[in-house]
């Protein structure tokens, strides 16, 4: 028996769109890569052709050409597109965060949740093997106090790509901190509530109570230099405080 590649859409033009999503759509076994709609219809028709897609202007016709989205926007376009995508009966792959708004975030949780439609957000770190490995051997060692941990990127700097309008108002705790959220909950298990603490710029600390007792705090920003001369480091209790994977400093990933 044959099965049918699922089909595709991408949702976006831009950097993030045609360095990641792009490619590996391109490139996935059992997923064909049909359709590309953005709000650039020029820029839409250049990507489309690298992949021998179809460009759409239209939304409701780009919908109905594919089984499932790829986004690659800012979470305010992304919001409503995802909703009505999923009430379609459109299986999603979204960026973070969903949305801006909670009332956008639970339209879109609800879309998905009455249309028993898939859906996960795209935390990279995540899909990453040598993250993966090391979360495995967190959750497999267990008995952790806590953690303590830093990104420090660099997407407000001028030249850097991911230095987005989106972005530069939100700043880091809308961009990066989910990714931290992510890691976290996954090692620590699920928050319970989280604190957050403004410094300087778009610099933001914050404090998670994890279900079971356990406590993290991490700092993110989007505005340090692209070669910081520190990095973070992390504290160690009687019962251990665990490390997240790697450096996460310098330019985003």
């Known amino acids: 028996m044959t099965t049918k590649p699922l089909r595709f859409g991408l949702v976006g033009t831009g950097y993030w769109a045609r360095i990641t999503h792009a490619p590996a759509l391109a490139s996935t076994e059992g997923v064909e890569f049909t359709a590309v709609w953005g709000r650039d219809p020029q820029a839409a028709a250049g990507l489309a052709a690298e992949y021998q897609a179809t460009p759409y202007r239209d939304v409701a016709a780009f919908l109905a050409a594919v089984d499932a989205v790829s986004f690659a926007v800012p979470p305010d376009v992304q919001a409503p597109i995802a909703t009505q995508a999923a009430r379609d009966g459109k299986h999603l792959l979204l960026e973070k965060p969903i949305a801006l708004t909670e009332p956008a975030a639970d339209g879109l949780v609800e879309a998905v949740e009455r249309a028993g439609v898939a859906s996960v957000v795209f935390f990279t770190q995540r899909f990453q093997p040598d993250v993966r490995a090391w979360l495995a051997e967190v959750v497999a060692r267990g008995?952790?106090?806590?953690?303590v941990s830093a990104w420090l990127g660099s997407a407000q700097r001028e030249a850097n790509?991911?230095?987005?309008?989106?972005?530069?108002?939100?700043g880091a705790l809308w961009d990066i901190g989910p990714h931290m959220v992510s890691l976290l909950w996954a090692s620590l298990g699920p928050v319970t509530s989280v604190t957050a603490d403004p410094g300087p710029a778009d610099v933001t600390h914050l404090v998670l109570h994890h279900q079971g007792g356990a406590t993290s705090a991490t700092t993110v920003t989007l505005s340090a230099t692209e070669a910081p001369t520190s990095k973070p480091g992390c504290g160690v209790s009687p019962a251990g405080w665990p490390r997240p994977a790697g450096a996460w400093t310098g330019s985003r990933c």
């Open 143 to 147: 008995g952790w106090a806590g953690s």
């Open 161 to 170: 790509p991911f230095n987005t309008p989106w972005r530069r108002d939100k």
